[in-house]
């Protein structure tokens, strides 16, 4: 079936814009990830989802930034008010069940915040 | 906090030589240990994994071996090919979420 899909892959907004990045997670995975990865630098854990509810958003690295799974299946990252030091590769992941840890990525949205 | 080392990078190798990639954690408990690969433009993708002490983990001609006295997971493979280039990512996951290396640039020359 089709993997992780992200939209868009690339997003220009200018500084203090708001900006939503969006997560089609394969088909009947549970868990959620989002991570976000700065150039040259591995991904950081943002933000997880186990169906609709949100069990840890420890990586959010501000009030700014928002996300949600209200069904439980697609999930939206929100950032608000974006800065420049938010320009990065923001990647989803999903896994089938809680307990599953291999993580399946998306191909990443890059956003450049100018 | 959990962390992990990763060997700094770029790594250039001629094709068919012989690869290491040096990954160390510290991390509670016994994480189940992951090497990503992230091609050109393209996502991480699973290379291979190992879930308690001592498993060893292959895939596409690379192997990694789960040492937990020396809290280590390196990546080997005994012949690189150009198709091999790309940025290499160590990764224990203690419970739910992944703790990235900075990656590991490897680059492989004809």
């Known amino acids: 079936g089709a993997g992780v899909s992200q939209s868009p892959r690339y997003k220009v907004a200018k500084r203090g814009q708001d900006v939503a990045l969006r997560c089609d997670p394969i088909s009947g995975h549970v868990s959620l990830f989002w991570y976000q990865q700065a150039l040259g630098q591995g991904p950081e854990f943002l933000t997880y989802?186990?169906?609709?509810?949100?069990?840890?958003k420890s990586g959010l690295p501000s009030d700014r930034f928002f996300a949600e799974r209200p069904e439980g299946s697609v999930s939206t990252l929100k950032i608000q008010r974006t800065q420049q030091e938010d320009s990065a590769v923001y990647l989803c992941a999903s896994s089938l069940v809680p307990a599953e840890e291999t993580q399946y990525f998306g191909p990443g949205t890059r956003l450049l915040v100018l | 906090g959990d962390s992990v080392t990763q060997m700094e990078g770029p790594v250039t190798l001629s094709e068919e030589a012989f690869l290491t990639i040096n990954c160390t954690y510290t991390?509670?408990?016994?994480?189940?240990l992951f090497w990503y690969v992230q091609y050109p433009g393209e996502g991480l993708q699973l290379l291979l994994k190992?879930?308690?002490?001592?498993d060893k983990g292959s895939n596409k001609g690379f192997e990694a071996t789960y040492r937990k006295e020396t809290t280590s997971f390196h990546l080997e493979k005994g012949s690189v090919q150009v198709s091999d280039s790309a940025v290499y990512f160590c990764a224990p996951s203690g419970t739910y979420k992944y703790i990235f290396g900075t990656g590991t640039r490897l680059k492989v020359l004809a």
């Open positions: 989802f186990q169906n609709e509810a949100q069990l840890d």
């Open positions: 991390a509670t408990g016994y994480p189940s």
């Open positions: 190992a879930t308690k002490a001592d």
